[in-house]
């Protein structure tokens, strides 16, 4: 890493943080969301075909608000569409 | 007269608590208001020295609660403001001799006569913070542009929050302009960001700190310092007064990052 590469400590120290907080004001660690990710996907598979490999789930801040956003791609959606 | 109980508090220690009382207190005093300082870190009492006024301490906070004193023999009037006063920790005992009933009834007894109140908290969630919060009308979070002291704040955040003490404001103590210019400290656009609290103000790292603490004397009282000017700023806005935060030469759009920021519920 050079001189003009090298990413400034202010970000690092910006990104680290953001995730630290998250997770203290949640008190949920990483392992657990994972743990609700596979329960998420088995619920939702009940309903309907999603594809497991392309879910995404993670905690957001907006202020002092937090959210869990996920986001789960559908599977049936593109098979309609080529058939 | 009904004074405004305001505690000053970090989580972290060490980020400017004490020095940030003391020198609300004088810009306070120095507008002519009448301003009662309560040290409350029970065996680390440190506000005394900061004021200057620890040659003066006959009884302590822990007097009054066991009855030992009246409240106003407790109260060591300043040097310089005469409508100044400190009431001071007790230094041999712990902080469980103190409890949140008895702050609340101090500070009950003290707001006929005074105008601000104003409660210096220990580090820390424990006891010696609850006690510090139980009367408080509005609490100050102190904290620094580093990742220790704003994860502790934003945990004091928290439970400030879930105790429905109301959100605190939060005061950016020793900013670095040049580090911030730099990219090599966070800005005070960052820490708000972090912790989505409103802002109340912004001092700057400033040598004349360490002198007035040194001499007794907050640096307030010196009409040169950029610290000074922030802390008597401050204090104008707990009077009420619309004060416009110091341009700190930092990175272009933080003034307007900011007024959006605290512009925000």
């Known amino acids: 890493m050079n001189f003009f590469t090298r990413k400034k400590s202010a970000s690092s120290a910006k990104e680290r943080l953001q995730l630290v907080l998250v997770h203290d004001r949640t008190d949920l660690t990483p392992a657990q969301l994972e743990a609700l990710k596979d329960d998420l996907i088995k619920a939702i598979s009940n309903y309907i075909e999603i594809d497991p490999e392309a879910v995404q789930i993670g905690l957001e801040r907006d202020g002092r608000e937090q959210r869990l956003v996920a986001d789960i791609p559908l599977r049936s959606v593109s098979r309609h569409r080529a058939g | 007269m009904t004074a405004q109980v305001i505690t000053v508090t970090s989580g972290k220690g060490g980020v400017g608590k004490t020095t940030a009382v003391a020198n609300l207190a004088n810009a306070l005093a120095m507008d002519g208001k009448k301003v009662v300082c309560i040290d409350g870190d029970i065996g680390l009492r440190n506000l005394d020295v900061v004021m200057g006024l620890e040659n003066r301490i006959v009884y302590d906070i822990v007097d009054v609660i066991e009855g030992r004193c009246k409240l106003k023999q407790a109260m060591i009037r300043d040097k310089h403001y005469p409508d100044m006063y400190l009431i001071p920790a007790a230094q041999t005992r712990d902080k469980n001799a103190v409890s949140p009933s008895d702050m609340v009834r101090i500070c009950n007894d003290l707001r006929p006569d005074a105008d601000f109140i104003i409660i210096d908290s220990p580090a820390g969630i424990e ?6 919060i139980a009367a408080a009308d509005r609490v100050l979070v102190v904290t620094n542009p580093e990742v220790s002291a704003v994860r502790d704040a934003d945990r004091v955040v ?12 939060l005061i950016i103590n020793r900013l670095n302009a040049s580090l911030v210019r730099n990219n090599d400290m966070l800005s005070a656009e960052d820490v708000l960001d972090l912790l989505g609290i409103q802002l109340i103000g912004i001092v700057p790292e400033d040598e004349s700190v360490i002198i007035g603490s040194n001499r007794g004397a907050p640096v307030v009282t010196d009409g040169k310092s950029r610290a000074g000017l922030a802390f008597r700023n401050i204090a104008k806005r707990l009077q009420g007064q619309d004060v416009p935060f110091l341009d700190l030469d930092q990175q272009s759009g933080l003034w307007g990052a900011i007024q959006r920021l605290t512009g925000r519920k």
């Open chain 2, 127 to 132: 006891r010696g913070f609850r006690n510090a």
């Open chain 2, 158 to 169: 928290g439970i400030l929050e879930a105790e429905e003490k109301g959100t605190p404001h």
